[in-house]
Structures are given as structure tokens and as C-alpha cells.
Antibody, heavy 119, light 106 residues
Framework: QVQLVESGGGLVKPGGSLRVSCAAS????????MSWIRQAPGKGLEWISH????????FYADSVKGRFTISRDNAKNSLFLQMDSLRAEDTAVYFC????????????WGQGTLVTVSS | SYELTQPLSVSVAPGQTATITCEGD??????VHWSQQKPGQAPILIIY???IRPSGIPERFSGSNSGNTATLTISGAHAGDEADYYC?????????FGGGTKLTVL
């Protein structure tokens, strides 16, 4: 079965950096686009980035463009999000999700990892 | 920027039908996806491309989309359906989510 497991969240100071990861299993990772979506405490879902199967196409929300970098390692079935110049408003649970490019649906989600930006 | 508007909350009596709307400019011209999120859990896709249920999602969940409104309908609602529901579309390679609707079954 499809499994997505995020890791790497934690407490970081404003202006700091953090890299979160997503380990995928149960499907052919290299055949799928992958996305990151976040959810601030008590708030709704916010899409922040996605990456094509071979990393050729990268897309970012304006709120993170220039500060966050999405990447993937198909040999290790892993997705990454490098977050730099972090701000208090980046505090959220970060979910990775599989994107089925045929249906355009985010069809499987991980449980998320909490990133807290605070001094 | 494109916006999707959902009611903050919807209440339904057990066994009755709940309707959750998602409004957006000419949303009928886009494909709408719906996800369910229970407290402390990850979202689960329950409807994609307006009205298609993924494998394992009960027939009680259905969707429609026309004009400026997409609708998620939950028939025979029960306590286990209490959750936040989000609609989502793609606009210029950007995913846009509605603000979410909290469904209460009481």
C-alpha cells in the first residue's frame, strides 16, 4: 500500500534553515509528481510546491518562492523540502502528497511533520 | 488570485444529508477535488474530478460541479463523518484550496 512518511521537523529560530524529508513506499516513486502542502495551527491547507517525476519542472507558491527548494532522489524514493530564511508564519505541519498527473488529484498524503519557527 | 469560498461550518442530523459548497469564479470549468481531514490526521481524498470516488470511499459521498459552485453531498451522515472538508482546484499549475468546512453531526 502507498505510504508517505515525513521527518525532519522541529524548532528553528527565525532566519534559520531546516530540511524536511518524505520517504515513499508502495508505488513506483519515479512515476509520480510529488507535492508539499502545509497547515498552520488551527488553519486550512496551503499548497507550497510540487516537482515533476524527473525534477525537470518545479513550482512554488509565492509565499515561499526564493526561500524554499523542493527536490527528490528517485533512487532513494525520497522527497525533500529545503527551507531557508524561515519566518514565524512558516510555522505549520508540512505534508507531502502524491500528485496523480492524470487525474490531477493529490491522492495520498503523509501524516505530516511539525515545523515551529520561534525564538 | 483565484479564491475558493466554503462555509465555515455545516451541521446535519444523524442519517440526514449534508451539503457542503465550494464557490469560485466559473469553477464549473475546472476539475474539483475534495478531501476529508479528521482532527490530528492527514487529509484523505474522497472525491476527484468533480464526482469520482477513489476506491474504498463509500457511495454516500458524491460531488457535482456547475457554474460558480461545486458541491459535496454526504448522504446518511453519521458521527464518523465529522471532519473538516476541503475543496481544491488547479490554477496555472498552482493548487488552490478552499478555506475548509467543519461538518458537525448532531
Amino acid at each position: 500500500q502507498v505510504q508517505l512518511v515525513e521527518s525532519g521537523g522541529g524548532l528553528v529560530k527565525p532566519g534559520g534553515s531546516l530540511r524536511v524529508s518524505c520517504a515513499a513506499s508502495g508505488f513506483t516513486f519515479s512515476d509520480y509528481y510529488m507535492s508539499w502542502i502545509r497547515q498552520a495551527p488551527g488553519k486550512g491547507l496551503e499548497w507550497i510546491s510540487h516537482i515533476s517525476e524527473s525534477s525537470t519542472n518545479l513550482f512554488y507558491a509565492d509565499s515561499v518562492k526564493g526561500r524554499f527548494t523542493i527536490s527528490r532522489d528517485n533512487a532513494k524514493n525520497s522527497l525533500f523540502l529545503q527551507m531557508d530564511s524561515l519566518r514565524a508564519e512558516d510555522t505549520a505541519v508540512y505534508f507531502c502528497a502524491r500528485l496523480d498527473i492524470v487525474t490531477t488529484a493529490l491522492d495520498y498524503w503523509g501524516q505530516g511533520t511539525l515545523v515551529t519557527v520561534s525564538s | 488570485s483565484y479564491e475558493l469560498t466554503q462555509p465555515l461550518s455545516v451541521s446535519v442530523a444523524p442519517g440526514q444529508t449534508a451539503t457542503i459548497t465550494c464557490e469560485g469564479d466559473n469553477i464549473g470549468g475546472k476539475h474539483v477535488h475534495w478531501s476529508q481531514q479528521k482532527p490530528g490526521q492527514a487529509p484523505i481524498l474522497i472525491i476527484y474530478r468533480d464526482n469520482i470516488r477513489p476506491s474504498g470511499i463509500p457511495e454516500r459521498f458524491s460531488g457535482s460541479n456547475s457554474g460558480n459552485t461545486a458541491t459535496l453531498t454526504i448522504s446518511g451522515a453519521h458521527a464518523g463523518d465529522e471532519a473538516d472538508y476541503y475543496c481544491q482546484v488547479w490554477v496555472s499549475a498552482t493548487a488552490v484550496f478552499g478555506g475548509g468546512t467543519k461538518l458537525t453531526v448532531l
